[in-house]
């Protein structure tokens, strides 16, 4: 699996001889339409998760980062998901900034095995020629930027190998947003029946 910050190319090493899930994935996020999905599959597939929503820990809360770390093993794969989504202005941008501040705190406390961030295609320029991996990466919303600024954060500070996976086009029947072509056209094609 490939990950790119700004100029360079890296690669997950998994080092393990068989395959094998990691002992514990901690999915930070949990209560969001990709964290809950991700739960869901974890559990099908009988991997033992720490499912961590706004109920268990408050990312945006005073103690937050030290909450979030008493949770957390060295032995642990973080899938960090958590945020407020889409960001439409500059408050909102801050908050998810708090919220990343929250989880590299937490992480410098407790060293995990590796971190998952969950970004988003937005952080690409827009433009009519397909993504390739040497896109660059130059956002043109307040979106865009909060996930660069996650993924640079993370990168510089995360203590923990890192991964950042940037989906693209996200949606399904329980997705709350009814920003994109598919959602919304379902949505208007059910209300007529």
Known sequence: MRHRHRNFISMISHLNSVPQPPERIVVIGSGGFVGGALVRRLAHANVPTLAL??????????????????????????????????????RMLADNLRLVTTIIEALDKVKVAHVINISSDAVYADGPLP???????????????????????FGAEANAPLANLRPTLIYGPSDPHNGYGPNRFRRLAESYG
């Open 53 to 90: 929503s706004r109920a268990q820990v408050d990312l945006l809360a005073i103690d937050a980062a030290t909450t979030l770390a008493g949770l957390l093993r060295p032995t642990d794969a973080v899938v960090a998901v958590a945020a407020i989504a889409p960001v439409k202005n500059s």
């Open 131 to 153: 993504l390739i991996e040497n896109s660059p990466m130059a956002p043109t919303s307040l979106h865009g930027a909060m996930h660069l600024a996650r993924e640079l954060a």
